[in-house]
């Protein structure tokens, strides 16, 4: 009975949603036209602009947050190059980092660690919407980190946990997730530093290819290159077997609760075979993203599949959780199978929900890339209204 309750008040919403929908796609058109005019002024004024990430539209934002002010915000491939590849990108992400810590002394969300057989992931709230995660094993009391943003906060939790910190995982190399290794790897001397050589990590000591395996203690992590997002950006794989519990994934800016990163240094084939990549992994693997973007994102999905049952539900868990500000992570690659829309571009409802194809005549099916692009520009759009 309760299914049929919600399946109608969501049918409820359906005509609303349609209309919201038709005008993400009409300004999508219009942005499109534009986007590709700049594309084609920058192809004819630089000869090396081809190997540059793609520009971002002047409506869009790099990291979506409701408040403060973002290092991508509406200044293109200029201000990108800029973040990415000079020391002036360093200095904005320190005031950022002063202007989290003042605002969030004790992060921006509630955060609770998972333990599992001697094994503990703990989720580290920093910046405005950022997550840093210290894999402990338990017996041996050694530690790595994925993306340590603040290195003090990170370092407060390691001193808390009273553990040895002998490796960092960089995911990529925006400031965001990188900006804390220099610190922590003078501080702890012993501590390697790990990532894609492809991507300009900062401080990298260890590099990373596809498949290769960083073992500490009873922690077995493998590296998985999932490009597109950056043209290096790696996921970590936490296996589950040698402590008898789920495999956990550290998926940086690949993957989130129901969205997916934007494509800075690939494109939408790019970015599929990455989100493939994940896909093959198993249903309870927990996913641990690298940001809090669970309700924005989620409220985007029901744009664009208003009557997923799923999304409802979880919707409601995470308004819940963030009333409390609680953290939303982690959720499993099964969840994320039945209400992210990244990552069901296969799904007959969504081709329809985006109307005909990119076809000559109009009524051709959209590729899975095809689908995947349309949809990440819906969601800038979506944001940026």
């Keep these: 009975m309760a299914a049929v309750v919600a399946a109608t008040a969501l049918k409820g919403r359906g005509a609303r949603n349609a209309r919201v929908l038709r005008g993400i796609l009409s300004?999508?058109?219009?942005?499109?036209?534009?986007?590709?005019?700049?594309?084609?002024l920058q192809s004819h004024s630089s000869p090396e602009c081809k190997e540059e990430p793609e520009p971002?539209?002047?409506?869009?934002?790099?990291?979506?947050?409701?408040?403060?002010?973002?290092?991508?915000?509406a200044v293109g491939l200029a201000w990108y190059s800029l973040y990415t590849r000079t020391w002036l990108g360093y200095l904005f992400y320190r005031q950022q980092l002063r202007r989290a810590r003042n605002r969030y002394p004790k992060g921006h969300s509630r955060t609770q660690p998972r333990l599992f057989n001697g094994v503990k992931v703990l989720p580290i709230p920093v910046l405005s919407d950022n997550y840093s995660y210290l894999i402990i094993d338990t017996q041996a009391r050694l530690a790595?980190?994925?993306?340590?943003?603040?290195?003090?906060?990170v370092q407060a939790s390691i001193e808390k946990e009273g553990v040895d910190l002998v490796a960092?995982?960089?995911?990529?190399?925006?400031?965001?997730?990188?900006?804390?290794?220099?610190?922590?790897?003078?501080?702890?001397?012993?501590?390697?530093v790990y990532g894609s050589p492809q991507d300009g990590i900062p401080y990298l000591t260890h590099p990373l290819c596809h498949q290769d395996v960083v073992s500490v203690g009873r922690l077995q992590i493998r590296a998985l290159a999932t490009p597109g997002h950056t043209q290096g950006h790696l996921v970590y794989l936490l296996d589950g077997e040698p402590y008898k519990g789920p495999s956990c994934l550290f998926s940086g800016d690949l993957l989130f609760l129901s969205g997916c990163g934007r494509t800075f240094e690939g494109t939408a084939e790019t970015m599929l075979t990455s989100l493939d990549t994940v896909?093959?992994?198993?249903?309870?693997?927990?996913?641990?993203?690298?940001?809090?973007?669970?309700?924005?994102?989620?409220?985007?999905?029901?744009?664009?599949?208003?009557?997923?049952?799923?999304?409802?539900?979880?919707m409601q868990w995470v308004q819940r959780q963030r009333m409390e500000r609680k953290s939303t992570c982690p959720s499993t690659l099964g969840e994320e199978r039945s209400y992210n829309p990244f990552l069901r571009t296969h799904c007959l409802v969504l081709q329809e929900a985006l109307g005909p194809g990119p076809g000559p005549t109009g009524d051709d099916s959209y590729s899975r890339a095809e689908l995947l692009e349309k949809l990440r520009r819906l969601k800038d759009l979506h944001k940026s209204k």
């Design 279 to 314: 896909l093959g992994l198993g249903d309870d693997t927990l996913l641990w993203p690298g940001h809090e973007y669970a309700e924005e994102n989620l409220g985007f999905a029901g744009v664009v599949e208003p009557e997923n049952l799923a999304r409802e539900r979880k």
């Design 27 to 40: 300004g999508a058109t219009a942005n499109k036209a534009s986007q590709n005019r700049t594309r084609a």
């Design 144 to 153: 790595v980190v994925v993306d340590p943003s603040d290195p003090q906060a």
């Design 168 to 192: 960092i995982l960089c995911t990529h190399k925006h400031w965001d997730h990188s900006g804390g290794n220099r610190d922590l790897s003078r501080r702890h001397q012993d501590c390697r």
């Design 56 to 73: 971002l539209s002047p409506e869009l934002e790099y990291i979506p947050r409701k408040r403060g002010k973002n290092p991508m915000k």
